[in-house]
């Protein structure tokens, strides 16, 4: 149970640090060699096939991310934990576009975040 709500507090500290556009905040929270995959990555950046690995490439796409999209932030809505993982759902919001539902899995291994995997329509 310990386990669980370690990865809850780590989501948590995950959308604290995303809706403040702090991008160390964020990256402090991920492993070195993290592999994250995003719909919405695949699509700005064809080359990725909608995976980047390290922080050096998660912090290339999420500062390019918050510059693109200033008003970009997450309200989250469900948080389902096991000892491995955590999903996330949330709704995405940027003014002057619709809200998306969104839905994503922290992997996480020592109390970082090894993987991560958006899922929307």
Do not use: C
């Amino acid at each position: 149970m310990e386990l669980k709500q370690n990865h809850i507090t780590i989501a948590t500290k995950w959308f604290e640090a995303f809706n403040e556009h702090n991008l160390e905040k964020l990256l402090a929270l991920y492993h070195e060699e993290a592999q994250h995959y995003s719909p919405k990555l695949k699509i700005r950046q064809p080359e990725t096939n909608g995976m980047v690995s390290g922080k050096a490439a998660l912090r290339a796409w999420w500062r390019d991310s918050f510059e693109r999209l200033p008003t970009l932030h997450y309200s989250p809505t469900t948080f389902t934990a096991n000892e491995e993982r955590v999903f996330m759902e949330y709704i995405r919001h940027v003014d002057n576009e619709a809200d998306l539902l969104v839905g994503e899995v922290l992997e996480i291994k020592d109390g970082l975040i090894i993987a991560s995997r958006v899922y929307h329509g």
